[in-house]
């Protein structure tokens, strides 16, 4: 059965990213075609991969009748947590402004910004999904925490992806040498401190970002509950 609830609310945010994707497309293509610098193209693939999340957990939020088969949550979970460090990635790409000419400089820094927002926006709203999913099996404050945690996960995520060169397919293609990669940093921690030092300060920079998201949505939702009360007051006059 699909959660009536949350259809309103998932349309308009639905709709929102996707205007906000598409303006994403269109300023990469002109890019592409005005600039003699080169196309950026490969960023609309990197945004994809940033909606993926957002869409695996937007399936369990609209269609609770998964929430009673525990292996489907977890493996959809799973399936989440394989492509949301893809989410804050694109932040990594705003490197690629070094590259940049001076007559081109502000255009690009727009088309890199807007990718940036957008793949953020999929994956934060994916996570608030996620929150309200694991609501249901754990206390709220076990679930802040474990966002936290999930967030520096994703730092280390965008260090394999940006340092690395490792991408989601490689868990099927080359798991053995991904594993490998991991293991090394995990088992022998002080030789590879780039690798520790990205994974806090992103980690840090994420829990920043997605807990100031967090307050200005609390503040919305207080803003709105304040006003039907005092509607609700003045009406009883």
């Known amino acids: 059965m699909t959660s009536n609830y949350s259809i309103p609310r998932w349309f308009y945010e639905a709709a929102f990213l996707a205007v906000l994707s598409v303006f994403c497309m269109v300023i990469s293509f002109s890019k592409g075609y005005f600039s003699r610098s080169g196309t950026v193209l490969w960023m609309n693939w990197n945004l994809f991969l ?8 937007s399936t369990l939020v609209l269609h609770r009748n ?22 804050p990635y694109i932040l990594t790409d705003l490197m690629h402004l070094q590259s940049s000419s001076e007559e081109s400089l502000w255009f690009d820094l727009l088309l890199f ?35 936290m945690f999930l967030l520096f ?32 940093r995990l088992v022998d921690p002080f030789s590879h401190p780039t690798t520790w030092g990205m994974t806090l300060f992103m980690g840090v920079f994420l829990n920043i970002l997605y807990f100031s998201f967090r307050l200005m949505r609390n503040r919305g939702e207080v803003g709105a509950s304040s006003e039907t009360k005092d509607k609700s007051r003045e009406s009883r006059k």
């Open 50 to 57: 940033a909606f993926i999340p957002w869409c695996v957990s």
């Open 153 to 184: 996960l994703s730092g280390f995520g965008v260090y394999l992806g940006r340092y690395l060169r490792w991408n989601t397919w490689d868990l099927v293609t080359s798991p053995q040498r991904l594993l490998n990669d991991i293991g090394d």
């Open 113 to 147: 910004l807007s990718f940036a927002w957008t793949g953020l926006l999929y994956g934060f709203f994916s996570l608030w999904d996620i929150e309200k999913i694991l609501r249901s099996w754990m206390r709220s404050a076990y679930v802040t925490l474990f966002s």
């Open 66 to 87: 998964f929430w009673r088969r525990k292996w489907m949550v977890v493996v959809a979970l799973l399936v989440w947590l394989v492509f949301f460090p893809n989410a």
